[in-house]
């Protein structure tokens, strides 16, 4: 079982930038698949980011390299996503979701868990 609770979105100007976080927590100490969604009003729910907890393994799609970067902290069993030049298509509801590390790193991959989501908005 794992649980996840988002915070830190909020509003941005394009170019700006935002840190989103998911802390998560889960009935033993295996590694999971971490990663984060989104989902603009209209459009399908699409994963932006993934990492291993545990390790430094990590994915993103094409559109937020360079500009997003996924990361962790095993500590405080949190990850971050963190969003630099900002456009305003990346607005849009982001989701945490957590899941096996088996294809964590394509397309493939399949969560089992989802936290509520934060908002991301950002103006032009």
């Known amino acids: 079982q794992v649980q996840l609770v988002e915070s830190g979105g909020g509003s941005?100007?394009?170019?700006?930038?935002?840190?989103?976080?998911?802390?998560?927590?889960?009935?033993s100490d295996r590694s999971v698949c971490v990663s984060w969604f989104r989902q603009a009003p209209g459009k399908e729910r699409e994963r932006v980011a993934s990492i291993y907890t545990g390790g430094w393994?990590?994915?993103?799609?094409?559109?937020?390299?360079?500009?997003?970067?996924?990361?962790?902290?095993?500590?405080?069993?949190?990850?971050?996503?963190?969003?630099n030049n900002l456009k305003p298509e990346d607005a849009a509801m982001y989701y945490c979701a957590a899941g096996?590390?088996?294809?964590?790193?394509?397309?493939?991959?399949?969560?089992?868990?989802w936290g509520q989501g934060t908002q991301v908005t950002v103006s032009s």
């Not at 930038?17 to 998911?22: E, I």
């Open 12 to 27: 941005v100007q394009a170019g700006g930038s935002l840190r989103v976080s998911c802390v998560y927590s889960t009935d």
């Open 57 to 83: 393994g990590t994915y993103y799609i094409d559109s937020v390299k360079g500009r997003f970067t996924i990361s962790q902290d095993n500590a405080e069993k949190t990850v971050y996503l963190e969003m």
């Open 100 to 113: 096996p590390l088996f294809r964590c790193s394509t397309t493939a991959w399949v969560p089992g868990y």
